[in-house]
């Protein structure tokens, strides 16, 4: 959905070094997500926030941070990066409601050596 | 804890059959169950979404999927497959009774080819 972005695209990095993925919407919801995706595992939430204020943990948070800097921008970072974190990444988004779907970013490939 | 399971890692279908892609559920209340199909280096795109009444459920590009309560189930169909629908397909659902999370569970997806 092209008014979810995610920065960078791609990206390499050693082992130990801190990460930081952003992503950026233009739909004004409120609700947004970060997931990972590996191969034959499906889509594991990692962090997800209701509004600017409010900001959980998901299923596999530990070794991850994220920061919601507007209700526009919420990003996620990688303290200090180690190989098994290698996986795509996805941002999402959602108006208020449990019953809304969710529009997702194009997604960040992150290798991390 | 709710679940969802895609039995199928791959279907595959000749264009212009018939496609199912299955779904099954484990909810403690009532679920809202969604798919969503992922196109190579995309991300997710929504498809279509039971949230409650009539159990046939329309959604994008001709799919549409039947809620059963009975067999916990939320199947993919589609009447004609075209080559373009090849993709990953995923299932999700939320338990709407509190006792799971109010997140999104996925299913780990079926790769639907779609063969000329």
């Known amino acids: 959905d092209a008014d979810v972005t995610q920065t960078p695209r791609n990206r390499i990095t050693k082992t130990g070094k801190r990460i930081m993925l952003e992503c950026s919407q233009t739909?004004?919801?409120?609700?947004m997500y970060w997931y990972r995706q590996d191969p034959g595992l499906g889509l594991q939430l990692i962090y997800y926030s209701f509004d600017v204020k409010d900001i959980n943990k998901g299923e596999i948070s530990d070794g991850y941070s994220v920061s919601r800097q507007a209700q526009a921008k919420f990003s996620l970072s990688l303290e200090s990066a180690i190989p098994n974190q290698t996986a795509l990444y996805f941002c999402a988004t959602s108006e208020a409601g449990d019953y809304n779907e969710q529009f997702f970013g194009p997604g960040t490939r992150l290798t991390v050596l | 804890a709710q679940s969802v399971a895609q039995p199928e890692d791959q279907v595959n279908v000749a264009e212009g059959n018939p496609l199912t892609v299955k779904c099954t559920y484990s909810v403690s209340g009532n679920p809202y169950l969604f798919w969503y199909v992922q196109y190579p280096n995309r991300g997710l795109q929504f498809l279509l979404k039971?949230?409650?009444?009539?159990?046939l459920v329309k959604g994008s590009y001709g799919f549409e999927a039947e809620f059963n309560k009975s067999q916990t189930s939320f199947h993919l169909k589609k009447p004609s497959a075209l080559v373009s629908d090849s993709a990953l397909y995923f299932c999700?659902?939320?338990?709407?009774?509190?006792?799971?999370?109010?997140?999104?569970?996925f299913g780990k997806g079926t790769k639907l080819s779609v063969i000329p």
């Open positions: 739909k004004g919801h409120d609700r």
């Open positions: 999700a659902v939320r338990d709407t009774s509190g006792a799971g999370s109010y997140q999104l569970t």
């Open positions: 039971y949230i409650t009444g009539d159990n």
